[in-house]
């Protein structure tokens, strides 16, 4: 499969009156046309950060992008995100890369009804007219699984159930044919019922319009049926990266080891509680030099301390942060 986005070395940080927040330390992957890459981790982890970036989305100042390089590539030839001046960016954003939000009500501007936020998007990246853009908004709409679309598209954002907005989001990230769509932690405001809907929505319209997804996510559970392959966030690094069947059966970084122990499972003894890692993350204002995981590692040994692993390949595909090898149970 050919790469549509490459990621080498991003370095974030915010300048607030506190300190130096290092939010992002060196992060690097890719994303190949047409799969589903899911980013989890907790909460702080930087996956937000990473997608923000990279779209231009974060406020500038107290953020500052260090280091790095974005490249998008598809028949337009290509270019690097990181490098974009102002119209090229609006270009890029919503045209080729559409973003769909966790929380769609702040997302989604309270006071212009919904058809027109969908169709002002349209206009804005599709040379089309106002009618035609508000056929297209009408037909996305109902593409999203919206009910009466054509009677809805007056109504406003409040109006509609958490899961319906959820879907708008949905129509306005594709609203443009993007090659990537980013949908940053979609469904967790959502009940299972409609979080599972959403999920197969973007599922179908992946499959149908061909796009690659970037699925963020603090919920491993929910990774196994949607995504391709996986990268693990851990204090604004990527410390694993695997395809996802090779994560589950081989964690080859103690983080995800702890990840995939928390989670509930089919057949597990009733009344025996969920391993959780213990201890907290790093303090991103002191980021450590040695690894960042080592206080809360059980398998930490002298040379954790002594420096901060780098990315070791260990199987196809697959990489790991740490100087420990889960599969021989020795240091490597
Ligand atoms: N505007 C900001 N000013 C200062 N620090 C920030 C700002 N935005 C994010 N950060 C910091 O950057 C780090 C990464 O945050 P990010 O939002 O990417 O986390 P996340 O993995 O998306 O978490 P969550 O699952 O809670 O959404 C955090 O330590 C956060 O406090
Ligand atoms: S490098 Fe050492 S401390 Fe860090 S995760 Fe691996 S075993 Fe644990
Ligand atoms: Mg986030």
């Not at 009940?191 to 796009?211: F, H, P, S, Y």
């Not at 919920?219 to 090779?246: C, H, K, Q, T, W």
């Not at 960042?292 to 990315?311: E, G, H, I, T, V």
Request: glycine share 8%; charged share 25%.
């Amino acid at each position: 499969m050919s790469r549509i986005l490459t990621v080498k070395n991003l370095v974030t940080r915010f300048y607030t009156f506190d300190g130096v927040v290092h939010a992002l330390n060196g992060v690097s992957f890719h994303l190949d046309h047409g799969e589903t890459l899911a980013i989890v981790g907790e909460s702080g982890s930087g996956k937000s950060v990473t997608m923000m970036s990279l779209l231009h989305l974060l406020p500038m100042p107290p953020a500052r992008i260090e280091e790095g390089e974005a490249v998008f590539e598809d028949d337009d030839g290509p270019i690097d995100l990181l490098k974009l001046s102002k119209p090229e960016r609006r270009r890029v954003r919503g045209g080729k890369i559409g973003y769909i939000f966790q929380d769609a009500l702040s997302a989604l501007n309270p006071v212009m009804t919904v058809g027109r936020q969908v169709r002002e998007s349209i206009m804005e990246h599709l040379s089309l007219d106002q009618k035609a853009a508000r056929e297209r908004t009408i037909q996305l709409l109902e593409h999203v699984g919206i009910p009466g679309a054509k009677s809805r598209y007056g109504n406003y954002p409040h109006q509609f159930s958490g899961g319906m907005r959820q879907r708008v989001m949905i129509a306005v990230a594709i609203a443009c044919d993007p090659k990537i769509v980013i949908a940053d932690e979609p469904t967790t405001a959502l009940d299972v019922t409609v979080q599972a809907q959403i999920i197969e929505l973007t599922k179908r319209i992946q499959d149908e319009l061909g796009i690659s997804v970037i699925w963020i996510t603090h919920d491993l559970g929910v990774v196994a049926g949607i995504a391709d392959r996986v990268l693990v966030m851990y204090a604004g690094s990527a410390v694993e990266i695997s395809p996802v069947d090779r994560l589950y059966e081989h964690p080859q970084h103690p983080y995800t080891e702890g990840l995939l122990a928390a989670l509930p499972r089919v057949g597990a003894k009733r009344g025996k509680r969920l391993a959780s890692i213990k201890g907290s993350p790093p303090d991103l204002q002191e980021p450590p030099r040695h690894c960042q995981f080592a206080w809360r590692c059980p398998y930490n040994f002298d040379r954790c301390w002594a420096s901060a692993p780098p990315l070791f390949e260990v199987g196809e595909g697959h990489y790991t942060k740490c100087y420990y090898d889960m599969d021989q149970e020795r240091p490597r």
